[in-house]
């Protein structure tokens, strides 16, 4: 019971800033919270640390005197589910939601990604024609369209990789960390006008044989 408490309170922190695609621009609010790293996590008696899923630590962020904790980093702590229905504009935390969502903390089926293009990514960012699309949550920061989504491929990551890489020096990107192989690929770009982060992963459960590729944008 303790646990699905912790995990629908963060879950209600997170659904006041996430949405899908075209719903997003009207439901997101842009504001001025504070970074709280001096806070230190302790989940059944040991020291947890959050973190995104290239090993990135995540801080709790502080706003109006509550304080909110990254829902799936605090989930997978509580062996718990989280999955984000972006069809719906819902988290799912625990067993499976009504439509039919099986809470797997797995990569999604491949049947079950439906998502579109995410509206604020520039329409000639490249997605491989194979790309099934899935947590989607779009809206702004620093004054800049933001987007971050997943999603499911075959193509060939180092030819998919180097097309990335082609794509952000035209846009004139003067900081790179950029590694490309058969088996994966991690870039990070920034410029003046953009930001830029992608990391792959295998696929797991349903989604084995697929590579999980993973965007975080900012810019035009």
Same mark, same amino acid.
């Given at each position: 019971m /303790? /646990?699905?408490?912790?995990?629908?309170? $963060?879950?209600?922190?997170?659904?006041? =800033?996430? +949405?899908?695609?075209v719903y997003a621009g009207a439901n997101l609010k842009e504001i001025r919270a504070t970074l709280n790293s001096g806070l230190s996590l302790v989940v059944n008696g040991k020291t947890y640390t959050p973190k995104d899923a290239n090993g990135k630590t995540l801080a709790p962020i502080t706003y109006n005197g509550t304080t909110y904790l990254p829902v799936r980093s605090i989930g997978e702590a509580l062996n718990t589910s $989280?999955?984000?229905?972006?069809? *719906? +504009?819902?988290?799912v935390i625990g067993g499976a939601?009504? +439509?039919? *969502? +099986?809470? *797997? =903390?797995? %990569?999604?089926?491949? %049947?079950? =990604?439906?998502v579109k293009r995410p509206s604020l990514l520039p329409q000639d960012f490249p997605l491989p024609s194979d790309a099934k699309i899935f947590d989607v949550v779009q809206g702004t920061t620093t004054g800049k369209p933001a987007v971050t989504f997943s999603y499911l491929t075959k193509q060939n990551l180092e030819t998919l990789g180097n097309q990335y890489k082609q794509y952000f020096e035209k846009k004139g990107a003067s900081s790179k960390s950029e590694e490309v192989s058969a088996s994966a690929?991690?870039? $990070?770009?920034? %410029?003046? =006008?953009? *930001? $830029?982060s992608l990391t792959t992963s295998p696929g797991t459960g349903s989604s084995q044989g697929y590579t999980v590729v993973e965007v975080i944008w900012s810019g035009k």
């Open positions: /303790k /646990k699905k408490i912790i995990a629908a309170a $963060v879950a209600a922190a997170l659904t006041l =800033t996430a +949405s899908a695609g $989280v999955n984000y229905d972006a069809a *719906n +504009s819902r988290v939601a009504a +439509s039919g *969502n +099986s809470g *797997n =903390t797995g %990569s999604p089926s491949p %049947s079950s =990604t439906s690929f991690t870039i $990070v770009d920034s %410029s003046s =006008t953009f *930001n $830029v």
